[in-house]
């Protein structure tokens, strides 16, 4: 991401725990810095990207406190996959300090890092959606302004949680056909082209051998990691709890990629689930 | 389907139980008949659309015992969603007496019957497949060859109970995305460019208002009922019982359009069943 | 339960697949017979134990017809668990040749057949219940009268459904607590005696060392094996999905035994379950 | 709970947000007071019971902080059912002010509370939970120590989201068995003391009519709320989530429980989700 970034020709100051990581960017003009204060200096947008809530209101308000270091009128874009409370909570914040604030968490995984295809999903006010988009056009192919601060992570929540469905609910579909004597490259094209179409079929197939790229015909190798889905529909039950809403479809998908994750399998792709309807361990 | 056969050219013998539905096809031209038996009358192709397996016994072997009038050589095209286990007795009783069965059922409902744009699920040898194609393509635009006898029926066990996963997923999805404060269409736009898209998204949201054609925007009325999507996932969980497959996702997807037909909603489309997650009763 | 119908006082002519069987049960005072046919020369009441719907209808009406050898007045009980239609169909051919028949299917497994403490659920006309229970007690201890015809088959689906369920949630509970740092023994024991209490905290521990008799204490050997709740599960969807009934906690727990059984564990005890939750495989 | 220690001969002192409820214990004997920070004046143990977690850590902490306020040695019992999570914080806390703090939430519903029958299940050191133990006898019939911190928060947990799977569970194989032409009271009976019996069946039947004293034949008033069992479940759900634990069981009772609530049954007692099954609404 921060490489597409600098071949766009914007000026970065990137830091990483992993110093490897900031070494890697500072080779293609990137100013690598020592500490998460050292980096905002001076900087009029500061994205961030950390795997939790705690740890984005960590660096922002408690510990680092970026917050005390950011000047006035500077727009964080927090690409963090966390829950919308946390990101509605650093937002007020961020207005007390006449800074902005917008919650922007991403899908399409390492490959479309890489190619600067990811998905951002936006939540805030337009005027900071507006600010932010070329910047985040540099990153990805696709950009949604979901509605105001923490809809992004709503609208990752209820997409990650159907992808779980779709990805479970496909495998057990195929493995299905397959005991009952189809083909699965046949079968995948005929569900492909008919009601049973979806991004799966088309794009992820869990089968190893019918979809030449994708994760299963490497050994479910690389990828999205069944622990990284399970955290995902860990947020997703949480925002269905504090709203009363029946999830009972992704709570089972949950249920089998926790059954698959206590199995150990917890760091292959995700569409090794198929794996579990196969009785393969 | 009749009429879009007679419109390809095809000379038309027909039968139904509906005294009305035969004078309507008589009307563009078909041969209407007073009986099964009477209709068979030196054809070549029959083509047999019944509710359930015992029906189509019922026709071919024991009660009007079409097997007996039809003479050596005549392709038997079932249209019938039906278990594959009737498909394949018929068909093995077909070949004693120098008849040809295939199992070709069909999706699409009432609106792809009308503009030919049905998919057919064949199975059958290939020898009969490419016999049927034409006729087929009469009524169709996809038409698949799933595989051996019964793989039709298998298939499209299959791509239903993957449908209801989708209908049942995406509507749990989309009601959470709703209840915490995205707007519906918002949300479906966002993911069915995300990796939660599918069918569903695409061409049959369950929200009213999303989709202007969507059966959802006329009170559910029309469309492919509950009732029948309950009958598919029968269809589905019984194979699921005889090859050993574990379908959780199925199996609650089933349990949940029981829930709905249980309130009285078995005459609705089937994606009225995003009104069992906002409690409309 | 032929060694306790002797016991009892009983004169007994028996029949089985298993020439071994046969010679055990002569060896104690019944008549062997080399035929079902031969078995039921003179008899008052024949007692049939068969593993599926077609056996009792292949032994009683097409086959065997043992039907065609009974003299008017015979009273049969069929204590096997298969689908009610079946035993509904079988009463209503007896009673057309002046025979009495009963569904009668039991519970308590090999152990409860050899001591004599076997559940029997009774389906049929109140006269038919009455004049069995003597021999119904001489090898169970429960006798219920479940309702008409079929009822016995209804009421052990029932209960066997809910056994699935009890012991699926009560094997996940457990594994809840002990990951969360509780004695499964204390755990068990405070469950028993607060509103969680049922018959596997009481009677059927599925956690190896808590309960010493317990087929969980025993490596799971021994006690009623996956692949027959699987079945019995089977049957219990069956009349689910004739009589349009909602059972989702019986489909989940339905589904969590068949991936049980997909990786290899069909023939280890049904409480074994809680390896799936465990990730033991 | 207050009258049960007034009975026994306990000096109290008391305090709630209800007016009233202060009057009717003072009534009785007790000393009301105005405040939180009043009540706990020259006290040797606070027992509090509170809603939520961060209600406990509100008036323990940092709100009322009562911790600021008890003399060293006071045994603080907590009765609330909250996340564990917070009664170890709550207890490390309290460790370092020279306090004693034990988890003791409470099962047996308001009926319970007045007859003083109630189930503690607690959690924290052995000498604490001996030194609660004369208090919580005066309240409760059981009082069972489930392990170090927090252990009476999962033991609690546990046991509800089994119960929720006993109720569910039981609801629909009762409702499965009346469709098929069972009488409820003789399917309860013979499952009760079968392998499906359990706490439901034996105490709690969701059918009318069945159990005299039972909600259900009191058109479901009083009772457990539906409303509690969703906020029950929820904290199961939390406690599966940071352990890894699959709840597919679990999951599915929550998501009807919450399909239920969302129908607006939230404040029946939570029997009524046989309802669900029969299509009431």
Chains 1, 2, 3, 4 share one sequence.
Not at 42 to 63: D, K, Q
Request: proline share 3%; with cysteine; glycine share 12%.
């Amino acid at each position: 991401m921060a490489i597409n970034l600098l071949k766009a020709g914007h000026s970065l100051r990137v830091f990483d725990l992993s110093v490897e990581a900031v070494k890697q960017v500072a080779a293609k003009g990137a100013t690598g810095c020592k500490s998460a204060v050292e980096t905002v200096q001076g900087i009029e947008i500061l994205v961030t990207m950390l795997p939790a809530g705690n740890s984005v209101e960590g660096i922002l308000r408690t510990n680092e406190a970026l917050f005390d270091h950011l000047k006035a009128g500077t727009l964080i874009i927090d690409a963090s996959t966390i829950d919308a409370a946390t990101s509605k909570k650093m937002a007020a914040v961020a207005t007390e300090r006449n800074l902005s604030f917008i919650d922007a968490p991403v899908s399409g995984g390492t490959a479309g890092a890489a190619a600067g295809t990811l998905s951002f999903m936006v939540g805030g006010a337009e005027s900071d959606f507006q600010r932010a988009l070329p910047v985040l056009q540099c990153m990805g192919k696709n950009i949604f302004h979901a509605g105001g601060i923490g809809s992004g992570q709503v609208a990752k929540a209820c997409n990650n949680m159907l992808l779980a469905i779709l990805m479970a609910g496909t495998s057990e579909a195929l493995n299905l056909g397959i005991n009952n004597g189809l083909d699965p490259l046949a079968l995948s094209e005929i569900m492909s082209r008919s009601s049973g179409g979806n991004w799966v079929l088309d794009c992820y197939n869990p089968v190893p051998g019918v979809m030449e790229n994708a994760p299963a015909s490497r050994d479910y190798q690389g990828g999205f990691f069944v622990d990284l889905m399970c955290k995902d529909l860990g947020l997703a039950m949480d925002i269905s709890q504090t709203s009363g809403s029946p999830v009972p479809m992704g709570s089972i998908a949950k249920s089998l990629f926790n059954l698959h994750q206590t199995q150990g399998k917890g760091s292959l792709d995700f569409s090794s689930i198929v794996q579990l309807f196969q009785g393969k361990s």
